[in-house]
């Protein structure tokens, strides 16, 4: 199981993707909040993105997000360190995302 720290780690590092020129171009004015929630450490985190650039980054929940990943720890790690399949992850239940299709396309983008 990985640590609070960890999981805050990837999150940073898909932060810091996000300042990518490429990532922003294919992105465009994405503007959404992104919670992660990580089931084996009863944790959850908020990404604000705001016409593709975070605003904030913070352990937190908010009722209504955008886009709602929930996972473990260890699972998510692997998607963003490229270790796991992010499609396969999904197909076999280990991830579960809560979005609209054009939303899921473009956290797709943003987890590789």
């Known amino acids: ?3 609070r720290e ?11 993707r996000l300042d990518d020129p490429d990532m922003q171009k294919r992105l465009g004015a994405f503007t959404k909040s992104l919670q992660f929630d990580c089931t ?8 604000e993105v705001e016409d593709g650039q975070v605003t904030s980054l913070e352990e937190a929940s908010v009722e ?3 886009i709602r990943v929930t996972t473990e720890s260890d699972t998510l ?8 399949n992010a499609m396969s992850a999904f197909m076999s239940g ?15 983008q943003l987890l590789q």
């Open 1 to 3: 199981m990985a640590t």
């Open 64 to 66: 209504s997000p955008d």
């Open 40 to 47: 084996d450490l009863d944790i959850s985190f908020v990404m």
């Open 94 to 108: 280990k991830i579960q995302v809560q979005a609209p299709l054009p939303d899921l396309l473009k956290l797709q």
């Open 77 to 84: 790690l692997g998607i963003v360190a490229g270790q796991i």
């Open 6 to 16: 960890e999981v805050l780690g990837v999150l940073e590092a898909m932060k810091e």
